[in-house]
């Protein structure tokens, strides 16, 4: 399945229980700037797809950009560039 998102926005990988999440979303909101957010615990193969990512590892959140480039953990100033440009 392609995650890439609509231009202007993000897909982010989460988890119920990430405070790294919670935090990015809700500066994503007061920021404006839309996502879709996946639970790679619900969602079958996101889990391998975010350790693809990130050498292995299940780190979230894990972010894809309209280009298809991704980030781990980004700042939301980041994010805010990355779907800018």
Known sequence: M???PAAGTITMFSTSWCGYCR?????LDAQGIGYQEINIEEVEGTAELVASLNGGNQTVPTVIFP???TATNPSVSE???RVAA
């Open 2 to 4: 392609d995650y890439t």
């Open 23 to 27: 935090r990015l979303k809700s500066q």
């Open 67 to 69: 280009d298809g480039s």
């Open 79 to 81: 994010v805010k560039a």
